[in-house]
């Protein structure tokens, strides 16, 4: 398997990203879009285990904007009492991240992807990444056949352009893995976008992996959970396998 650090050109700069593959071509590709604390060793350990699958994968760093990785330094992030300054160094770098500067930014790490890979591609997601990957595939529903998102919050909003308002332009097989007690995706929230999804036709399953807090992934923060991190890649790995590698969707 090879890996490495590439630079990707975007509509508005040069954004850093870390590419793992198998070796040989024409394999299938995957956008694996980072949580908030961004382009990180664990997110590259991440990307090397779904790679090892036989896939391409793509982690760009989305903060390019404010620098090359990692943006966003840990340290102190088990600490409660330093947790708060973390969450102020992430929260601007969320709130730059414009729909219209995804959509842009998207575009051109589809473009990568679909040159070193095999498309249509799938994007995998995790919390604001999954927001991010959502838009993504709305915005290219013919080159995006699967979406999966997991600890994902934001999806449902009160504002116009709230991602579940956009259901009807994905084309892709979702898979959600949401947090319990998450309150970026309260239960009152999953319902609402599974109405959206079901109004839209959306071949799609979600579900709440319960005893497992927000960013149950991340084996570098304090909400780890083993079990569901686990669950998470078997699922993602059967998204996948129906939708990238056959081509055809199986049963959910």
Do not use: K
């Not at 600490?79 to 601007?92: G, K, W, Y």
Request: proline share 5%; net charge negative.
């Amino acid at each position: 398997m090879r890996n490495e650090i590439l630079d990707v050109t975007t509509h508005d700069g040069i954004a850093d990203a870390y590419l793992a593959r198998p070796d040989g071509e024409g394999h299938p590709a995957v956008l694996l879009v980072v949580d908030a604390f961004g382009l990180r060793a664990q997110i590259e350990r991440m990307a090397d285990r779904i790679a090892a699958q036989g896939f391409v994968v793509l982690a760009p760093n989305v903060f390019y904007r404010a620098g090359r990785a990692p943006v966003v330094p840990l340290d102190g992030l088990s600490d409660p009492e330093q947790r708060a300054s973390v969450f102020e160094r992430v929260m601007p770098l969320i709130r730059e991240l414009t729909p219209e500067r995804i959509v842009r930014d998207g575009g051109a790490y589809v473009d990568l992807l679909e040159q070193v890979g095999r498309g249509p591609i799938a994007i995998t997601g995790y919390c604001m990444g999954g927001r991010v990957g959502w838009r993504i595939a709305a915005a290219y529903p013919e080159r995006v056949a699967a979406l999966g998102g997991f600890h994902v919050g934001g999806l449902v909003t009160d504002a116009a352009d709230s991602p579940h308002r956009s259901a009807a332009s994905l084309a892709a097989e979702v898979y959600l893995g949401h947090a319990d007690n998450d309150r970026s995706m309260t239960p009152e929230q999953i319902a609402e976008l599974e109405r959206g999804l079901d109004a839209a036709g959306v071949r799609y399953r979600s579900e709440v992996y319960h005893g497992a807090a927000h960013g149950y992934t991340m084996a570098d923060t304090p909400a780890y959970d083993e079990a569901a991190a686990e669950r998470h890649y078997s699922e993602l790995f059967a998204l996948l396998e129906r939708s990238i590698v056959h081509g055809t969707a199986g049963d959910l």
